[in-house]
């Protein structure tokens, strides 16, 4: 696709759901990040793909969070028995190039925990 | 404590009117790039600075990477209400690291 997109955009979800957001990045980019944003902060870093090898998950808060991208395009970011502290905006970005370069954003998965 | 600093947090200013905003870190920086979000979308590249002192203008913008490659600066001349949005700075402490954002100045500029 022209750009990078993310699905659903908004999700609401029962405290102790369980959740899952999906990235498809922009055709032929090798990274993939994911951000977490907080209402009214800069984004915080969760994880970084490089083609389908997860190489940092050192950002993810706790291990109810887990990530994949099995096929080295399409990631998805699964949450575990949802928390209200889980509530934020959740942001994919891809890029062509190996850890430098503009990172290329999707408009991001609102996730509101009741 | 946040690794880059972002000061003023919020900013609201009259149409025309000149604004400084910093980025500011203890940590030497390989790149520094700055990034304009807008509500209900994600962070858009504004510009990418890797050189110590470097400055870079895009139209009214000015961008300045500190001596050191510790701090930035963006100078936004005859501020317009199309200006408003979430300017964050992101920094790389080596190549071979990750994005780091601050915590972002959120500017309004009122007609």
């Known amino acids: 696709g022209a750009g990078v997109s993310q699905s659903p955009r908004y999700k609401v979800a029962k405290r102790g759901q369980d959740v899952a957001l999906r990235c498809d990045p922009i055709s032929g980019h090798v990274s993939l990040f994911w951000y977490q944003q907080a209402l009214g902060q800069g984004p915080e870093f969760l994880t970084y793909f490089q083609n389908e090898a997860q190489l940092d998950k050192s950002g993810l808060p706790s291990d109810r969070f887990f990530a994949e991208r099995p096929e080295g395009s399409v990631s998805t970011l699964k949450i575990q028995r949802t928390q209200q502290e889980d509530s934020a905006v959740y942001l994919c970005a891809s890029s062509f190039g190996i850890y430098t370069g503009e990172l290329f954003f999707g408009e991001g998965s609102r996730l509101t925990v009741l | 404590t946040q690794l880059l600093e972002q000061s003023p947090q919020f900013l609201s200013i009259q149409e025309g009117e000149n604004l400084t905003v910093y980025c500011n870190s203890s940590s030497v920086f390989s790149s520094l790039q700055w990034y304009r979000q807008e509500p209900g979308e994600g962070p858009v590249l504004l510009v990418t600075?890797?050189?110590?002192?470097e400055v870079k203008k895009l139209k009214r913008l000015t961008f300045q990477f500190g001596d050191a490659r510790k701090d930035s600066s963006l100078h936004i001349t005859a501020a317009q209400p199309g200006d408003t949005g979430l300017y964050l700075c992101?920094?790389?402490?080596?190549?071979?690291?990750?994005?780091?954002f601050g915590g972002g100045t959120r500017l309004m500029v009122k007609p």
């Open positions: 600075v890797v050189t110590g002192g």
């Open positions: 992101a920094g790389r402490l080596n190549a071979g690291n990750m994005l780091t």
